[in-house]
Every structure is written in C-alpha cells, then in structure tokens.
C-alpha cells in the first residue's frame, strides 16, 4: 500500500471512530459511555452503544455499580446483524473503548477481520484474544486529531 493509500486509510479510521464516540452520546449509562460501528465495504452496516435490553428502562448503574444485564457497544451492534441481512464477515469494528474478554469472544465469531478503537480498557485479555485469534487490532488516539 503506498503512503497516500495508508493516509487516506488511517483518516477513514479515525473519521469512523469519531462517529462512534459520537454515536456513544446515545447511551444513557452515567459512567462511560461506548460507542460501535461496523462497517464493511465503506458501508456502516450496525451501530450500537452501551445499554439495557430493549423494552428495559435506561438506568444502566444502580449505587454507582453498573446492572449485569447492561449490554456492551460491541454486543449491541454484533446482535443487530443476526436481526439484518448484512453479514458482518469480514468487517471492521471501530469501538470507542477496546473489548472485553466477552465482546471479544463475539467479535471472532462473527467474523470480523479488524478492530480499531480510541482508548484502552483497564484490562486488556479481550485485546490479547482479538490478537491470538489473527484478527487486526488497532489503536488510534483521536484526542489528538480533533
């Protein structure tokens, strides 16, 4: 790939991780906010933010604590592809945080190739299985590019 091909590719990245952080403004959870795109073949093919299930009231913490049922960015956009026609096969993920061991566990069985995110997590085993199972990780600071 050469040098304006990696640029115009590392300014889509980032364009796409500001729209996350932005999408992650939709999440009603008071102590972090996440936000998730999906995208595949330049085409956002999900979306989704930090939250309870549908049909839940949106109270994600309780005593400062979060709810076990609150869902992850990740999860909510992986379970809208199951309810679409799109195949996230082969996608890339831009997420605001980095995943989870959990999330990361459903980022390899659905099939993406490449998981690009904004800040990291206190732990990182998700980020550790994301790379043992081959699939492209990658960490762009957008604080600084705003």
Request: charged share 25%.
């Amino acid at each position: 790939m050469s040098q304006n091909e990696e640029q115009k590719k590392l300014a889509l990245d980032q364009r796409y991780l500001r729209m996350a952080k932005i999408w992650a403004e939709n999440s009603y959870c008071q102590r972090r906010q996440v936000g998730a795109l999906i995208v595949k073949n330049k085409m956002i093919i999900s979306d989704g933010y930090n939250g309870t299930p549908s049909g839940f009231e949106n109270v994600c913490e309780e005593n400062n604590v979060t709810k076990p049922y609150v869902l992850h960015a990740e999860a909510n956009a992986i379970t809208k592809i199951a309810r679409s026609n799109n195949s996230s096969d082969g996608a890339t993920l831009y997420v605001t945080d980095s995943p989870c061991i959990e999330c990361a566990k459903l980022i390899i069985q659905a099939g993406i190739k490449r998981v690009v995110y904004a800040q990291k997590y206190r732990l990182d085993d998700g980020l550790r299985l994301l790379e043992r199972a081959g699939i492209e990780v990658i960490f762009i600071d957008i604080k600084k590019t705003e």
